[in-house]
């Protein structure tokens, strides 16, 4: 089905035209660039039950003993059966179940596949959501993840020496061969997507990436986002402010600042204000922000910024 | 998509509206009813560039171990992910490529799965692909395999002890336990089939399972079949013959009679006129019947007319 057709589907959904269509939310990134985390905080705060979430990158067409033979890595389009993953995306934004492909990340084999069954939200995380106007198309809201390349590379080596079994050596070696295919074909997703998110290290302050993180939420004007002009203001000398740029492509975006020394006191207050504009009965969840078992304040705000997308397109089709 | 639905979109696409749409034919029957020698006839003659063949027995739920533990055998809806074959043939029908589950008959497991892109012509052979309407909508036509169960259980033991390492006692254990879900599930699609064909000894001649097997082809009045009255005759004293009957459930169909005993010179015969019926500028393919490396009258006859409704369907879609 062409990108048109999908979204005319998925209006039409709204419309009350056939079956109820699960909301979907894709959050694209580079390996290792916090998808796993930020996604965390939805599923806790919506609950399984009504809240799936599912990682796209399983869909390699190889194995790591084939790839060894192969020139490129997972990164590369070629790599990945990117015409199913589309396929399975437009299936489950129209409800109908997937029997999902499976990479073992530690054995490096693919496996026997997994029925996915859509609820009523469906966060879809990975290397390649964004990757076709097609797949974009299935999104009713899409985030890119674009930390610095040092705070990812840190992150990279504490995850795959943990939960991988690969040394330091082996995960910068990994980066370097993967760099040329992650800024051919993984970055320039970051031009697609209605909200790009940076957690990083404030240089100014001579911070470093071990330290507690700030945020920089860029809001493109392409879905309807919380007004947050009258909450947080665009005094630069606060903690947490607005701020109209020229993005890289000289377009405008809004861009939030939650710097990581902001109170918890003022990033509550901030969290309360945006769910009250949903007008919602349910109260705010507890779980947004939680990393370690400890809340932490700039990831809590964006979280809730995804999940204010979620509730609000939930409305519209609804 | 409901099947009506599906049919429309079939119906639609032969009159140019969208992308080409493969020709499918479907094969259904119980474990070793004949359903891979009757398919591979059909590959041989279009040649592997021109059609595909796919097994849906690989849409187990579970896996040999996960199975002990349940109250039901493969041939239980419940054992399959019916829902997923479904969605994967209308998908095919629509010449979208699918992610196929593996099921490996040796170890009992559940494998990587395999990207299957449909071709001109797709034959989908299995235990269930007449199940649901919607599965029926799929196909352009539709076969059942409905050997005696004496036939089916010589089959059954000569392949499962050869090819999949079974005893004889086991096998005829299988059988035992499949018998109640194979008469409540497998059976039922009989009716739903263009097409019924049985390969059987004649009893009245003495005949028993190990002698080279008649066919008896039912042809129902769903689809257009050959003009076989001006070819065969209905002379049941003849060795091929056609005969006006009432089905089991009492509805009239054409029997095609074709004896083991037929002359190769007359099935041949009959085999060049009936392709003559399409009028098509390619030879009549010399593959079909050949089993263990001999032709089999009968067979080559049952498959010519299989081949006779792919190359029909075709021309009506083109």
């Known amino acids: 089905m062409p990108d048109k057709q999908q979204t005319i589907h998925r209006a039409s959904s709204d419309m009350g035209n056939g079956p109820k269509r699960p909301i979907m939310l894709a959050i694209a990134g580079d390996s290792a660039s916090g998808k796993t985390t930020l996604t965390k905080g939805l599923v806790n705060a919506l609950g399984p039950e009504r809240i799936t979430s599912m990682c796209v990158d399983d869909y390699h067409r190889y194995d790591r003993t084939e790839r060894k033979e192969l020139p490129f890595t997972p990164l590369h389009p070629d790599c990945n ?167 890289e492509d000289g377009k405008p975006v809004d861009a939030l600042h939650i710097h990581s020394y902001a109170s918890e006191e003022a990033t509550r207050k901030l969290e309360e204000a945006i769910w009250n504009q949903l007008d919602v009965s349910e109260p705010l969840s507890e779980e947004l922000g939680m990393i370690d078992g400890k809340r932490d304040g700039p990831l809590a705000i964006t979280q809730l910024i995804l999940l204010y997308h979620l509730v609000q397109a939930e409305r519209r089709a609804s």
């Not at 499976?102 to 990757?131: A, C, D, M, Q």
């Not at 079994?165 to 980066?175: K, N």
């Open 81 to 247: 059966h990117l015409d199913i993953m589309e396929q399975h995306l437009q299936l489950l934004s129209r409800g109908e179940p997937i029997l999902k492909p499976v990479y073992n990340h530690s054995t490096g084999e693919l496996e026997r596949p997994v029925k996915v069954e859509p609820r009523e939200f469906i966060v879809i995380e990975g290397l390649f959501p964004l990757w076709s106007r097609l797949s974009r198309a299935c999104f009713d809201a899409t985030v890119y993840l674009d930390p610095p390349e040092s705070v990812r590379r840190t992150w990279k080596v504490a995850r795959d020496t943990s939960k991988r079994g690969y040394t330091e050596e082996q995960v910068l070696a990994d980066l370097e061969k993967r760099e040329p295919e992650s800024e051919a074909f993984i970055r320039p997703q970051r031009r697609c997507a209605d909200i790009v998110v940076r957690f990083s290290p404030i240089e100014e302050r001579g911070e470093s990436t071990g330290d507690p993180l700030s945020a920089t939420v860029l809001l493109r004007p392409t879905i309807p986002h919380p007004d947050l002009l009258s909450l947080v203001g665009e005094q630069t000398s606060e903690a947490m402010h607005l701020k109209l740029l020229r993005d």
